[in-house]
Each structure stands twice: as C-alpha cells, then as structure tokens.
C-alpha cells in the first residue's frame, strides 16, 4: 500500500476541482486492501473510496482518507462456445476493458464505448447507455467489506441493480469495496440496436459489427459530450426523472414534442436535458460554471469553478424545472 499525506484530488475528479485530502491510499490486490482497511490510518479516520470521479463533485477539502485502486489486471476465468468470462480489475479503465472487449470481437459492452470512470465504478453505478447497462453483462462482484476486511462475492442478483443504482448506493453505501467484476460476454456477435437511430448511424459508417458500432457511438458521444480532459464535467449531472402517469399526461397535452419511454404502466421517464433545455439553460454560463452547449444534461466547469458554484448552477436548474413541469431533478452526481 502507498499512503501520500495533504494529497491533490485534481487527478481524481473529472470536474477538475482542486481540493485536497488529509490521506491518499492506494492497494495493488485484494489482500493488499485487506491490510488498508486494518491499517490505523483507516480505522481512525473517515474513509472514501474513489475511481477516476467521474461521477463525483467535491464541496471542500476531504478530511480523512481517500483510498484508491491500483487493481489492472483482466484475467480469463472460462470459456464455452457461447461466452466468455472475465475477471475485471476495478481500476481498469472502463473504456479500455471495452476496447479490449471489441478487439477479441467479445459482445455486450460495445454500446457503453467511451463512458469515463474505472470498472469497479461503473457496477456500483450501473453505467448505462445506447440501450444497455453494465448490469445485462456483470456475472458477480467481488468485493471487501470495509468494517471487517472479510471478501465477499456478490451474485448479480444480489447488487440489486435498476436505473443507475445498485445495492452499493443503498443499503451497502460505504460498507464494501469493490476489487474485481466478473463479466459474462457473447462469443457470438449479438447486438443492441434498440436505441433510436443506432442502427441507421452504425450503417452510414460501414458494415454492422462490433468494431464499427464501437465507432458510431465513439463519434456519437464526441459530438454531444465534453471531453473532461478538456473541459471539466461528469457526464450526465441529473439523472433522467421518472413520473406518474398522470403528470405524464397532463404535459403531453402542453408538450406533444416532449421526449419520453414508457418505464411500467405507471411511469414514464423524461429525458432531464430535454427539460432543462425547455427552461433555457443549454449553452448558459454563469461564472466559471455553465450548461453544455450541445447537451443540456451536463453541467462544466470552464476552469477553476469550485463545488459550490457548480452546485449554485445545479440548484437554479432544479428550481426551474421543478417551477415550469412539476418534475424533481435528482442529480446522478455524488456531492462530498
Ligand atoms: N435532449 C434535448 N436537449 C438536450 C439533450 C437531450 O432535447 O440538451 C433530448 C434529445 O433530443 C433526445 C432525448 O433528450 O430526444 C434523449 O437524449 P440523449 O439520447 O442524448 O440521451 P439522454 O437521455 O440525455 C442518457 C444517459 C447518457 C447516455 C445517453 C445515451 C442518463 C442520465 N443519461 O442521456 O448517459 O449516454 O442516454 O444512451 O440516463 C451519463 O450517465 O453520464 C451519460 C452521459
């Protein structure tokens, strides 16, 4: 294990916020974290486990200890004619276990090409897009827990996973840390073409196969979201709200152009950048913070903004929803 004091978060946030915390702490294995978590560094202080903070907003400086995986290893588990299984480090970088996915022309991740953030990240947060999330292709979840250092295996099942949730945002918030993900891919070339218009676009690039669906949403991502090596941002900022029927309906009638999915036969879900769109935010700015040009679901940092002020635009955007549709924006982001 490696231990920095008054360590800088700038590399661990893709918002770019520069706050420092008391400890950093990075584990190579499994066993390596088990000594973490018994260390008294971790057992005296407050304790976040972070990825890349793709998904995360920092207030202030952290006063306590982050901890970080160091885990990059992708091992072959077994093989049938069929599927493939692969045990995923949590700190692979999601986009490179896609690459290598694509490469062996293995199915099931191609559609979740480019999105930011480590493995271990995405089955907590069950990372969607393109019409697919990581739970369709997560086997298990190896994991530690952090009170008493023992492993655990998570079966699918058990992550208790649904629209960018997991038991690991839940009930099991702050209890385990993930070490590895077990993946279950196609051998055969199975694809997903349920998202409007994927299909279409895949084709104007060339022939349907993975490398070339791999490259559509490459360039379909490029075109709509920010690069945060660029410009500071976390991806989506809300998460796309789900509503009753009723309500539902009541604003088709005001807004036949409205984008929607039907979720059950109680619910539907809104696109949030079609809403904040609606409300005139898309491409604004205020101060060093503002709403993406091209895609009003995430919110920028355009160079030395702090938490607060990305939070400030975040709380303006909700009210105005909330004011002209009736619809609570919940943001997809972490605030710390
Ligand atoms: N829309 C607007 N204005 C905007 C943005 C979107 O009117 O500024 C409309 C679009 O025209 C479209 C609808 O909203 O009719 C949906 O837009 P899009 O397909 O771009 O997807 P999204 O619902 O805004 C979700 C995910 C993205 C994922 C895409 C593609 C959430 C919170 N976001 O966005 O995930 O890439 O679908 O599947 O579910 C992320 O989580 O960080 C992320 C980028």
Redesign the pocket.
């Known amino acids: 294990m490696k231990i920095t004091q008054h360590a800088s978060l700038l590399p661990y946030n893709t918002f770019g916020i520069d706050v420092k915390a008391d400890y950093f702490i990075e584990y190579n294995s499994a066993d390596d974290l088990q000594n973490v978590l018994l260390s008294d560094v971790v057992k005296n202080n407050k304790i976040l486990h972070v990825g890349s903070g793709s998904n995360l907003l920092f207030l202030k400086d952290y006063e306590g200890v982050i901890i970080h995986s160091a885990i990059h290893t992708i091992n072959k588990l077994k093989e049938d004619d069929k599927n493939i299984y692969l045990e995923v480090g949590s700190s692979v970088l999601w986009d490179d276990f896609v690459e290598y996915a694509v490469e062996n022309s293995w199915s099931g991740v191609e559609n979740l090409s480019l999105?930011p953030g480590e493995t271990g990240a995405a089955a907590v947060q069950n990372?969607?897009?393109?019409?697919v999330e990581v739970q369709e292709v997560i086997e298990k979840v190896n994991a530690v827990e952090i009170e008493t250092a023992n492993f655990r295996t998570f079966k699918n099942h058990e992550c208790k996973y649904g629209y960018?949730d997991s038991i690991f945002k839940n009930e099991l918030k702050g209890k385990y840390i993930i070490t590895s993900i077990v993946f279950k891919l196609e051998k055969l070339q199975v694809f997903n073409l349920t998202?409007q218009q994927l299909e279409e676009a895949v084709l104007k690039n060339g022939e349907m196969n993975l490398k070339n669906i791999r490259k559509t949403i490459i360039a379909i991502?490029e075109s709509?979201?920010p690069d945060p090596k660029i410009i500071g941002n976390a991806?989506?900022f809300?998460?796309?709200p789900v509503i009753s029927k009723q309500l539902f309906r009541s604003l088709l009638n005001v807004y036949p152009q409205m984008?929607h999915y039907c979720v059950s036969e109680q619910e539907e879900k809104i696109?949030?950048?079609?809403l904040?769109?609606q409300c005139g935010w898309?491409g604004k700015r205020i101060g060093n913070t503002g709403v993406h040009a091209k895609?009003?679901?995430v919110l920028v940092n355009y160079g030395g903004a702090s938490g607060a002020e990305i939070v400030h635009l975040a709380e303006k955007i909700q009210q105005s929803v909330k004011e002209k549709f009736g619809i609570e924006l919940k943001p997809?982001v972490n605030y710390i």
Do not use: T, V
């Open positions: 999105i990372i969607g897009a393109y019409g960018r998202y991502r709509k979201l991806g989506s809300f998460m796309n984008p696109p949030a950048g079609w904040i769109e898309k895609q009003a679901l997809e």
